[in-house]
């Protein structure tokens, strides 16, 4: 049998998990592919001795030792973050490797640099890791998908998120305890502001978007917001109207302009996305011939996110030797075939929304808020105005029917800056 050898950078959570995956799977992994997928060498700075059960293999500190092998066919670098990680995947690269690597945030913002290299070396970078943890998504558009033209992209991209979320919605906890059971239970990035923020979840949506449509999309074109502002009383209201917050990255195609936004939705209880709960991923792709694809799973954690990097690593392995590299393009797409595109400015987004106004209780603040409204060509639903407190200000919480996301902006900022109104409106766009 021939051996394909593998050397990892970084040994934290998921180059461990996939250093698992590899022993555990061994013979499963030569009874799918004729090969020994065998790890040679792990580069971790921390790591001072690699457990017993991996004792073929070496431990360094210095990443040039896996890049300068000349035995290493393929790189897998579980590092994250830009740098160092885009320097030792471009040394990988130059040294004529192959690479593997879960890095959303280096992908999302460096990858054409990556791939440019990689198509002028000819070699091959699989990214399967990067979104959607142990998901096979990246998978399902190069291969399981390509009959299709892709019209939207829609999911819960990001299990810290969604695991606060759910546990606001299901327990009544507040946010912070939420998050630090989050970070406890290793879901969470490195600064969780990316997951909070929604920051991490627009990483994959870039990645899924270039994928989808053949696009050259970037980081700052997606419009981003995250969960942080969302309060139990928030969640409360959504389910009076049937409804859950949950953080989705949205991206509908509409042929000469496409969607790409990040944001705390209400989605209606019935529909399958609302019911994707706890530190668990959903993502559906709607293709022009298929319908609706929703792929479910673990979007994190460290044998989840191993089994899709050994998904990657046995890809290329076999590729290597069958002496078919680049069959499938990284990108889905051929490279020459990525174009750019406009994004659609979100002050055409249209859709229902929820408002919650704090205003002082007394006569005409509702007339006045319908006024503003109205005005703006928005639309009422139905409102909900909570019991009077003997002071303060109370809730004036607004359903509206289908509105313009500009017209939305400029009745808030109106609202907001009556006197009557004591604090910041929260908006939230309904899924319609
Ligand atoms: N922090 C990410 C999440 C890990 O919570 O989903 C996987 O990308």
Known sequence: ???????????????SGTAEVLLAQA???????????????????????????FSGCTLTKNADDIFNDPDIDIVVEL???????????????????????????????????IFEAATRKGVEVGFEASVGGGIP????????????????????????????????????LP????????????????????DIEGIDTAHKLVILMIMAYGINIRLEDVSIEGISRIKPIDIEFAKQFGCRIKLLAISRNHGDHIEARVHPTMVPETHLLANINGAMNGINFNGDMVGDV?????????????SAVVAD???????????????????????SEIKDCVITPMAKISGP????????????VLASIAGILGKNGISIESVIQKKRRDEGSVPVVIRTHDAQEKAVIEAISEIDSLSIVTEKTVTIRILN
């Not at 830009?82 to 460096?110: D, M, Q, R, W, Y």
């Not at 046995?314 to 393009?329: G, S, T």
């Open 1 to 15: 049998m021939k051996t394909i050898n593998v050397g990892i950078i970084g040994f934290g959570t998921v180059g």
């Open 27 to 53: 013979k499963n992994l030569s009874r799918k592919t004729n090969l020994v997928i065998n790890l040679k060498t792990v580069a971790d700075i921390m790591t001072t001795a690699l457990p017993q059960k």
């Open 79 to 113: 590092i994250g973050g830009i740098e160092p990680a885009k320097t030792f995947i471009l040394k990988a690269i130059e040294a004529g490797k192959h690479v593997v690597s879960a890095n959303k945030a280096l992908f999302s913002t460096h990858g054409r640099q």
């Open 137 to 172: 998504v990246i998978k399902a558009l190069k291969e399981g998908l390509a009959a299709n033209t892709i019209q939207s992209i829609m999911g819960i991209m990001n299990g810290t998120a969604n695991f606060i979320l759910s546990q606001m919605t299901d327990h009544g």
């Open 175 to 194: 946010f912070d305890t939420v998050l630090k059971d989050a970070q406890a239970k290793g879901y969470a990035e490195a600064d969780p502001t990316y």
């Open 294 to 306: 929703l792929l479910y799973g673990q979007g994190a954690g460290k044998m989840p996110t191993g």
């Open 313 to 335: 690593i046995v890809d290329i392995a076999r590729n290597v030797a069958f002496n078919c590299l680049n069959r499938v393009p990284s990108l889905a797409y051929l490279p």
């Open 353 to 364: 929304y929820y408002f919650r106004i704090s205003a002082v209780d007394k006569p005409g």
